[in-house]
């Protein structure tokens, strides 16, 4: 008998299902929320209530593209951690009820395990043990990874996350949210030389950015007293040069990482590692440090439930089983 997984993914503000058979993804679909781009951000009691509206139509839709039906799961998947808590709630509480109404085992997945496991979903896929940079608007993490189930963060940062040193950035640029993308985008048409900002001096393994978020803001403050249109009439090369600090900064803990253990297999996961100069720094570091890079693709770079469906499999092969006593955590610890 085939072993399908429905897996359920709701951390924050993108409703994802996606369906498993031995091993391999059959659906992934994800319901974004547009209401948050008024806002400048997520707001945690519409992402919760659209997660409502959200996740039964997607959970159907995942089924069908899979061609399996309810009576043939073999268990259910969700995030348990971390995330907004209201969102978590929502997913928490629909795998639990399919679940019990279909006698089948629940999984619970920590989201950021799940990221890392994204390198698995196609080949080729990394050897153990391997280094990820992961990297999203909540989290900056270097992971030691032994095995698919054992993981141990060597370095993380001590403040904000890359993912918000760029959204915080293009808001003070007046770019609309989702601000990271948008950065990106402006930078591949820039100078990332033009302008310099500072480096933190952080000791070990562990990331700093905000002190960096400060400088660009004195940066911009300081040019826009002198001219009212300075961030209009430099804007990409102002966004290649942010983007181009961001990704020193995590590319050269990286490469220190890299050094101290030895190791050679490097990969990047979460939704940063969509970045196109971070996936382009990676293969220069790589290449300089002879490494074997692995990078997800797009569609697995950012909060989808392909990617917490492939972390189900390997916990449902290793009997790692979540009771319905399972709650969702905002903050748990990797």
Same mark, same amino acid.
């Given at each position: 008998?085939?072993?399908?997984?429905? /897996?359920?993914e709701s951390s924050c503000d993108e409703t994802s299902a996606a369906v498993l058979t031995d091993g391999r993804i059959?659906?992934?679909?994800?319901?974004?929320?547009?209401?948050?781009?008024?806002?400048?951000?997520?707001?945690?009691?519409?992402?919760?209530?659209?997660?409502?509206?959200?996740?039964?139509?997607?959970? #159907?839709?995942?089924? &069908?593209?899979?061609?399996? @039906?309810?009576?043939? %799961?073999?268990?259910?998947?969700?995030?348990? +951690?971390?995330?907004?808590?209201?969102?978590?709630?929502?997913?928490?509480?629909?795998?639990?009820? *399919?679940?019990? $109404? %279909?006698?089948?085992? %629940?999984?619970?997945?920590?989201? *950021?395990?799940?990221?890392?496991?994204?390198?698995?979903?196609?080949?080729?896929?990394?050897?153990?043990? =391997?280094?990820?940079?992961?990297?999203?608007?909540?989290?900056?993490?270097?992971? %030691?990874?032994? +095995?698919?189930?054992?993981?141990?963060?060597?370095?993380?940062? !001590?403040?904000?996350?890359?993912?918000?040193?760029?959204? &915080?950035?293009?808001?003070?640029?007046?770019?609309?949210?989702?601000g990271g993308p948008l950065i990106d985008k402006y930078a591949q048409e820039g100078n990332p030389a033009r302008f310099? =900002?500072? @480096?933190?001096?952080?000791?070990?393994?562990?990331?700093?950015?905000?002190?960096?978020?400060?400088?660009?803001?004195?940066?911009?403050? @300081?040019?826009?007293?002198?001219?009212?249109?300075?961030?209009?009439?430099?804007? /990409? #090369?102002?966004?290649?040069?942010?983007?181009?600090?961001?990704?020193?900064?995590?590319?050269?803990?990286?490469? &220190? $990482? $890299?050094r101290e253990t030895g190791i050679r297999q490097v990969a990047i996961a979460g939704g940063v590692s969509a970045n196109?100069?971070?996936?382009?720094? !990676?293969?220069?570091?790589?290449?300089?440090?002879?490494?074997?890079?692995?990078?997800?693709?797009?569609?697995?770079?950012?909060?989808? /439930? /392909?990617?917490?469906?492939?972390?189900?499999?390997?916990?449902?092969?290793?009997?790692?089983?979540?009771?319905? #006593?399972?709650?969702?955590? $905002?903050?748990?610890?990797?």
């Open positions: 008998m085939p072993v399908n997984i429905l /897996a359920i059959r659906s992934n679909f994800i319901a974004n929320q547009t209401v948050h781009e008024q806002y400048g951000g997520v707001v945690p009691e519409l992402a919760s209530r659209a997660h409502q509206e959200n996740i039964v139509p997607v959970v #159907d839709m995942a089924l &069908k593209k899979a061609g399996v @039906e309810r009576s043939a %799961l073999s268990a259910i998947a969700f995030t348990q +951690s971390p995330g907004l808590i209201g969102s978590l709630l929502v997913g928490n509480c629909f795998a639990k009820a *399919m679940a019990l $109404a %279909l006698n089948i085992p %629940l999984i619970a997945v920590h989201h *950021m395990q799940a990221h890392v496991l994204a390198n698995f979903i196609e080949d080729p896929k990394p050897l153990f043990p =391997f280094l990820c940079l992961t990297v999203s608007g909540g989290h900056t993490q270097i992971v %030691l990874c032994e +095995s698919p189930l054992s993981m141990k963060v060597i370095g993380e940062t !001590l403040d904000d996350a890359a993912g918000e040193a760029f959204d &915080k950035s293009a808001k003070l640029l007046g770019l609309p949210y989702p310099k =900002f500072p @480096e933190p001096q952080i000791p070990g393994l562990n990331f700093s950015f905000s002190g960096l978020k400060t400088a660009i803001l004195y940066f911009l403050q @300081e040019h826009r007293q002198q001219d009212p249109a300075f961030v209009q009439q430099h804007l /990409a #090369d102002i966004c290649a040069s942010v983007q181009e600090r961001i990704v020193s900064i995590l590319m050269r803990k990286l490469e &220190k $990482a $890299a196109s100069g971070l996936r382009k720094a !990676l293969q220069q570091y790589g290449e300089k440090n002879g490494w074997q890079c692995y990078i997800p693709k797009f569609e697995y770079c950012t909060d989808n /439930a /392909a990617m917490i469906a492939i972390t189900a499999w390997y916990k449902y092969q290793a009997g790692e089983f979540a009771g319905l #006593d399972a709650v969702p955590s $905002a903050r748990a610890v990797f």
